[in-house]
């Protein structure tokens, strides 16, 4: 499986649709996105994919919104932090602010 891998996008709607489509053309087959995404409109984008995402440090003030984003476009969130399973390997996700979720 090939994993691509997006943080820190901060509402950067067009570069975040550029650089999924590189992933997709590089054959990825599932996205994660390790933090500040900051709207919707990027979990849209990212639901091209299946796809999982962790909160970052200015997602704060939007966790509402990505939570119904993310149950509206079918995509995985993990909250503050959490652990993925793709062919019997594990993968830990954090954002990575935050010592103890980084510990954890």
Do not use: Y
Not at 60 to 83: H, I, K, M, S, Y
């Amino acid at each position: 499986m090939r994993i691509g891998i997006l943080s820190d996008t901060h509402n950067q709607l067009e570069r975040t649709q550029r650089a999924v489509a590189i992933l997709q053309n590089a054959g990825v087959d599932a996205l994660v996105h390790s933090g500040d995404l900051a709207n919707s409109a990027i979990v849209e984008v990212c639901a091209v994919l299946p796809c999982w995402f962790v909160w970052g440090n200015h997602d704060a003030d939007t966790v509402p919104e990505l939570q119904r984003a993310a149950v509206e476009f079918g995509v995985n969130c993990l909250g503050w932090g959490g652990v993925v399973e793709w062919a019997d390997k594990r993968v830990g996700m954090v954002h990575g602010h935050m010592g103890s979720d980084v510990r954890r």
